[in-house]
């Protein structure tokens, strides 16, 4: 996708370097973060500089390479898994990650030699990367088919191209439909606390030139009551066996008012975000963040034109911070993946085809 005008990705991996868009500067700058070993890889997952379910299962991906190109060919083994461990506890929900850093670690490992170990790692997890892409290309292209002429659709959090590798899940559809020349318009809830609507599908619809408004996360219910959405499509960040999904805090309450309205609502994710070895969502382990997160905003001081942060809450005031719900599979239309829109039940996710990297 487009950051003014030229195609970007949201990770790459340069030399044994790992680069990431910095996602909290966003809107206001776009720059690169560069990760020079494993351990800066995870700390980028844990800060959120890179977030969303794809893109943190790529950058794990990426992390896991960068470990083989510097591990030591004696304790090449033993360094591998201690960077696993490492990725694996930057954040517990999107099962992405944990797909991501086993299939890099079974193919390096699987290799005969340390060197060719490390050519394995760098392949698995571009082979990551580009599946990610190419996977959220695909549900752009299913997913399109529910956007007609006019079309009025509403989203939570991001699950666009900075949520991925390139394209995004749930904004991938509303992409490919305008592409095609089709009017849509997106209604873009801020999604507190970090307001990843707000500050990134804002963005990336602002640049792909798609008609959108930012809404407070409140008046969607509002909304619907009056007939303004039509459509609502979401990301995951893990799927249970069942159909369950978890995604962005705010999600289930999005969910209530679709069905109370009649309004359909589908998840928008590749496989790689199904996790088989869940039975439902009861099992999804939920983050909690720091009540900082609730606090505090992040924005751009439009008095001295730089970042700043303000507090919007009495000190003394205790916070929670759940990062995610789950929305039972009972209240989604269907799941939109990339090899076709399925309901969200046992028998059709199990009858999908499992993704290799
Ligand atoms: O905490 P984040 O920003 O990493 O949350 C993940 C998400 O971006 C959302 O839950 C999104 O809707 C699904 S992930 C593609």
């Not at 695909?138 to 509403?154: C, K, Y």
């Not at 069942?242 to 289930?252: C, E, H, L, Q, R």
């Not at 679709?258 to 869940?278: L, R, S």
């Amino acid at each position: 996708m487009n950051i003014h005008g030229t195609h970007t990705r949201t990770v790459w991996l340069e030399g044994h370097h790992v680069c990431m868009i910095d996602q909290p500067l966003l809107p206001h700058q776009v720059e690169t973060h560069r990760c020079l070993a494993w351990e800066q890889t995870a700390d980028a997952i844990r800060d959120m500089r890179i977030r969303g379910a794809g893109a943190i299962g790529a950058t794990a991906g990426y992390g896991m390479a960068q470990a083989a190109l510097m591990a030591r060919d004696a304790y090449f083994r033993g360094d591998l898994q201690l960077a696993a461990d490492g990725l694996r506890h930057t954040r517990p929900t999107a099962q992405n990650l944990f797909w991501a850093i086993d299939q890099v670690l079974s193919a390096a490992l699987g290799a005969a030699t340390p060197s060719e170990g490390r050519l394995a790692a760098v392949a698995a997890a571009e082979a990551i990367a580009d599946g990610d892409a190419r996977a959220c290309r695909l549900i752009g292209q299913h997913g399109a088919h529910l956007i007609a002429d006019g079309t009025r659709v509403a989203t939570h959090c991001n699950a666009g191209w900075l949520a991925f590798v390139d394209w995004g899940s749930a904004l991938s559809p509303i992409y490919t439909a305008h592409r095609a020349g089709r009017k849509v318009h997106v209604w873009v809830d801020e999604t507190r606390p970090r307001r990843q609507g707000a500050r990134l599908t804002a963005f990336e619809l602002g640049q792909e030139g798609v008609p959108h408004q930012v809404i407070p996360d409140v008046a969607l219910g509002h909304l619907m009551a009056n007939g303004q959405v039509d459509l609502v499509i979401v990301g995951a960040d893990r799927i249970a066996a069942n159909g369950d999904v978890a995604n962005k805090i705010g999600t289930y309450m999005v969910a209530l008012a679709a069905q109370a309205h009649g309004v359909p609502m589908y998840v928008a994710a590749p496989t790689t975000t199904i996790d088989p070895d869940c039975p439902d969502g009861s099992h999804i382990p939920i983050e909690h963040r720091s009540p900082d997160e609730v606090h505090l905003v992040d924005g751009w001081s439009i008095d001295h034109q730089s970042p700043c942060t303000v507090r919007t809450t009495p000190q003394g005031s205790p916070a929670l911070n759940p990062a995610f719900d789950v929305t039972p599979a009972h209240l989604l239309a269907g799941i939109i993946t990339e090899h076709g829109i399925v309901q969200a039940t046992a028998s059709a996710l199990a009858a999908l085809p499992r993704p290799t990297a």
